[in-house]
C-alpha cells in the first residue's frame, strides 16, 4: 500500500507543477505584449473609447435617464434656433378639383442639446433608429393646411437620428403630405399655379423656438427628375415669415413655394379643336338648299348638342368656380355661334315663306288680268314663265318653244292692243334637237339653285367665319 501512494503523489505534484508553469508563461507572453505597446507607440496612452464598449447602454451613454426631455432644451432661456432643410423626392399629383397637391419629402432639423452631448475619441457622431426619437426631445413641426399625411413605414419607420459629441443632433424623416393650394382657375387652361407648403411648431412660439432654413435658398433641393403630366415645374423656392394666432401668439412659419404652369396641348386636342370644328361645321348649312329643312335642321341641332357636351365634360373635371374661366368663354362663345347658325335658318325660313306668299299673290292678281293668246299653252304656265319660276313639268312642256325675254309693264299694254286684232296675232314656234333641250334643262335647274338662295346666306358666308376668326385673335391675344 505505502508502495502505491507515493507515485499516486509525485504524479499528482507533476500535473500541478506543469499547469502552474503553462499559466506563468500565458501571463509573461501578454505582459510583454502590452510592455511592447507602451515602448513603441502612444496609442495605449488614451483613455479606452466607452461609445465601443458593448457593456454600455444608449440610455447610460446619452444620460436620457438623468434628463428631463418633456421640456426644450435651455428650457427658460433663449429661444433655441432649429435649422430646417427639405428635399423633395416626388410632386405626385395636382388635383383641380379638390384644390390641393401630393408631395414626398425628406424633412431634416437640426438643433444643438446639450443633454445629449457624450465623450468619444473616436467616433465622430451616433445613428439611432426611431426607437430613441419617443424618449428625447425632438421639434414638434407640423404642415399647415395639410390635408392628410403620413411617415413612410416600410420596412421600419424612416426616421434617422443623428448625435454629435458635442449634443448637435440630426433629425430626418421620410413624409408624404397632401396639402391645400388656393388654385385660380379664371385663365384655365392657359394658367399658371403658385402652391406652398407650410412648416410651423405646433406649440412654441417664437420666444421658444426659432424655425429657419438652415442654407437658405440652397436649403430646397429636387430631384431633376420630378415630373408631371398636366404641369411644368418651373421654379421652387423658399420663403419665411411669422404668423400671428389671437389666442396664442406669433410663431415662425416656413415657406415651400413652387410655380407649375399647365401643358395647354392636352386640351387643345380635347376640348379646342372640337369646339372649332363644330363651329366651322355649323357654317354647311349656309350651302345648303333653303329647301332642304330635315338636312340644315339636323345639322344645326347636332352641332348644338355637341357643343352642349363637350361644355358638360369640362366641367365635370373642373371645381365649381363662381367666376368666368377661359375654356368657358371660348366655348360659350362657341355655341353662341353654333346656336346662331341655327337661328339664321329659322330667319331665311321665315322670310322665305314671306317672299312665296307675295308672289303667289302676284300670280292671282296677273290672272286675274287678260294676257295674249298663248296658242294651247294653259294661262296658269303661261304667267309661271314670265314671272320667271319653273317648274321641271313646265319645262318639259317648254321644250319645243323659244324663250321670250320679259314684257315690261309698258309693253303689256301694247300687246293687249295688238291681241284685240286676231290678225296681228303671231307664235314663234321653234323646233329643237335633244341637245338643246337637255342644255335648257341644265340652265333652268341652275337658276332654280340661285333663286332658292337666299340674301341672308349669302351675307352670313362672310360674316360668320369673318367673326369667329376676329374672336379668336382677340382671345389667343390676351391669354397667351
Not at 124 to 143: A, N, Y
Not at 327 to 350: P, R, T
Not at 383 to 397: H, R, V
Request: with cysteine; glycine share 4%; aromatic share 12%.
Amino acid at each position: 500500500m505505502p508502495y502505491v501512494t507515493k507515485p499516486l503523489v509525485l504524479l499528482l505534484c507533476l500535473v500541478v507543477t506543469g499547469e502552474c508553469r503553462r499559466h506563468g508563461h500565458r501571463v509573461r507572453r501578454w505582459t510583454g505584449t502590452v510592455e511592447t505597446q507602451k515602448h513603441g507607440t502612444s496609442l495605449a496612452k488614451k483613455p479606452p473609447d466607452v461609445t465601443k464598449s458593448r457593456k454600455m447602454k444608449t440610455e447610460h451613454l446619452l444620460q436620457v435617464d438623468d434628463h428631463d426631455f418633456t421640456m426644450r432644451p435651455a428650457f427658460g432661456g433663449p429661444a433655441i434656433p432649429v435649422g430646417v432643410d427639405v428635399q423633395v423626392e416626388s410632386l405626385d399629383s395636382i388635383s383641380e378639383v379638390d384644390m390641393d397637391f401630393t408631395m414626398t419629402l425628406y424633412l431634416r432639423h437640426y438643433w444643438k442639446d446639450e443633454r445629449l452631448s457624450f465623450t468619444s475619441s473616436t467616433n465622430k457622431s451616433m445613428t439611432f433608429d426611431g426607437r430613441l426619437v419617443k424618449k428625447i426631445w425632438v421639434p414638434d413641426v407640423f404642415f399647415v393646411h395639410s390635408k392628410r399625411s403620413f411617415i413612410h413605414d416600410t420596412t421600419t419607420d424612416n426616421i434617422m437620428l443623428r448625435v454629435f459629441p458635442d449634443g448637435h443632433v440630426l433629425y430626418s424623416l421620410r413624409v408624404t403630405v397632401t396639402a391645400a393650394c388656393n388654385m385660380d382657375f379664371s385663365r384655365f387652361p392657359l394658367d399658371s399655379q403658385t402652391c406652398s407648403l407650410e412648416l410651423e411648431s405646433y406649440a412654441y412660439t417664437d420666444e421658444d423656438l426659432m424655425l429657419y432654413w438652415k442654407s437658405g435658398d440652397e436649403s430646397l433641393s429636387t430631384d431633376d427628375r420630378i415630373s408631371l403630366s398636366q404641369f411644368l415645374i418651373q421654379k421652387f423656392h423658399t420663403t419665411s415669415r411669422l404668423a400671428f394666432y389671437s389666442s396664442t401668439g406669433w410663431y415662425n412659419r416656413l415657406y415651400i413655394n413652387f410655380t407649375l404652369r399647365r401643358h395647354i396641348f392636352f386640351f387643345l386636342l380635347q376640348t379646342y379643336f372640337p369646339a372649332t370644328l363644330m363651329v366651322m361645321l355649323s357654317w354647311v348649312s349656309f350651302w345648303i338648299d333653303r329647301r332642304a329643312v330635315p338636312a340644315r335642321v339636323s345639322l344645326g341641332i347636332t352641332t348644338v348638342l355637341t357643343m352642349s357636351t363637350i361644355i358638360t365634360g369640362v366641367n365635370a373635371s373642373m371645381p365649381r368656380v363662381s367666376y368666368i374661366k377661359a375654356v368657358d368663354i371660348y366655348l360659350w362663345v362657341s355655341f353662341v355661334f353654333v346656336f346662331l347658325s341655327v337661328l339664321e335658318y329659322a330667319a331665311v325660313n321665315y322670310l322665305s315663306t314671306v317672299q312665296d306668299r307675295r308672289e303667289r299673290k302676284m300670280r292671282e292678281r296677273a290672272r286675274s288680268q287678260s294676257l295674249p293668246c298663248t296658242c294651247g299653252i294653259s294661262q296658269t304656265r303661261t304667267m309661271t314663265m314670265l314671272d320667271g319660276t319653273y317648274s321641271e313639268a313646265d319645262t318639259n312642256s317648254l321644250a319645243g318653244y323659244t324663250e321670250e325675254p320679259m314684257v315690261p309693264e309698258e309693253e303689256q299694254e301694247e300687246l293687249r292692243e295688238v291681241s284685240e286684232k286676231p290678225e296681228h296675232m303671231v307664235v314663234h314656234l321653234s323646233v329643237s334637237s335633244e341637245s338643246t333641250t337637255t342644255k335648257k334643262k341644265k340652265s333652268l335647274r341652275t337658276l332654280n339653285i340661285i333663286q332658292n338662295t337666299h340674301a341672308i346666306d349669302k351675307y352670313s358666308r362672310m360674316i360668320f367665319p369673318g367673326s369667329y376668326i376676329f374672336f379668336n385673335l382677340i382671345y389667343w391675344s390676351v391669354y397667351c
